[in-house]
């Protein structure tokens, strides 16, 4: 497991606030403020990727001030930028004010105030806080000024794929490994740069390895929305992308371990199929309609293929994991 997690209810209540107050200042010193320290309630998981601090929380209306005096007693040099996913928030920095979201950075150099958008109501802010070095931000610092304080999209281009990637790696943290920390640092970072150059209009101050391997998350974001298609091939995959197939083979290599396009494709579509086999709210779907969900159009091919990567029949998975499920539940499979 990456990470480590916080929650308030593992906390006395007359303590909760003051905890969260110490935690929040470990990554971002400042000062908070809220209508319901009384009774608090936050979630939180810290995971140190390298240099680069992600760290998805949710909780109850706080005003986070950051003052000219904690900037000046204070200040590692940090960017911090906000994935807001839940909530209304309101930022002031950098002698502007703006409505929150859904993507905000801010310059840990500079003093701001995020506050909510009303203190009084309970429905808790959930967000993605990412912090890092300055100095890793590939870009002329006066192009990444006229960034600071605005209010940018994550719904489309790379700003999509920032978005999708960091509440990805919330959900998976579970199964990620610590010898995986530096490696989904460096992604972070490469699509924040790229979400920030293509706003900018200054993807050529880019360094070459930072566009090959966010040309291969894009590549594998495309990939995993297109499992169920069975035409998807490299040759499909390279004129999406507009590029041939000898670039995309090399720059898949590069970033996936040496692992083909079509190996990675194929163990998308099982481990996605392994999934839906083991789901219970699914035994009455037949397996070739599995198969065939996840791109596997000829049942035999399907059951060779899974057979090889696991060991068992799909049948045979199927009737072990749900027998699993129930017997640790209590129940009989077939019930």
Do not use: C
């Amino acid at each position: 497991m990456i990470g480590t997690v916080f929650r308030s209810e593992d906390v006395p209540a007359e303590d909760r606030f003051e905890y969260w107050r110490e935690l929040v200042g470990r990554t971002r010193s400042s000062d908070l403020i809220s209508a319901h320290t009384a009774d608090y309630w936050a979630e939180y998981r810290l995971m140190e990727l390298g240099p680069v601090t992600v760290w998805p929380s949710s909780f109850l209306p706080t005003r986070y001030r950051r003052s000219g005096k904690m900037v000046r007693r204070s200040d590692p040099e940090l960017y911090h930028l906000t994935l807001l996913l839940d909530g209304d928030l309101a930022l002031e920095h950098a002698g502007r004010t703006d409505t929150f979201g859904p993507l905000h950075m801010v310059d840990g150099s500079r003093p701001y105030d995020l506050r909510p958008a009303d203190d009084r109501d309970r429905r808790a802010v959930k967000g993605v806080g990412v912090d890092f070095p300055k100095a890793l931000l590939p870009l002329p610092p006066h192009r990444v000024r006229e960034l600071l304080g605005r209010g940018l999209s994550g719904r489309e281009g790379t700003g999509a794929l920032l978005t999708e990637f960091l509440v990805g790696l919330d959900r998976q943290a579970e199964t990620l490994q610590p010898s995986d920390a530096p490696r989904l640092g460096t992604v972070v970072l490469d699509l924040v740069s790229a979400w920030f150059a293509q706003v900018l209009d200054a993807e050529a101050a880019l360094p070459q390895e930072t566009r090959q391997r966010v040309t291969a998350q894009r590549i594998q974001a495309f990939i995993r929305q297109n499992l169920h298609d069975p035409e998807l091939t490299p040759s499909a995959i390279a004129a999406a992308h507009h590029i041939s197939r000898s670039y995309l083979y090399r720059i898949f290599q590069q970033q996936s371990q040496g692992e083909t396009v079509a190996a990675w494709i194929r163990g998308r579509r099982l481990e996605n199929a392994r999934r839906d086999l083991a789901d219970s709210s699914l035994r009455t779907t037949p397996i070739h309609a599995v198969a065939a969900r996840w791109g596997f159009p000829r049942p035999s091919e399907f059951t060779r293929a899974f057979r090889t990567a696991y060991g068992l029949s799909p049948r045979e998975y199927r009737l072990q994991a749900l027998s699993e499920r129930e017997q640790t539940l209590g129940r009989s499979p077939m019930d």
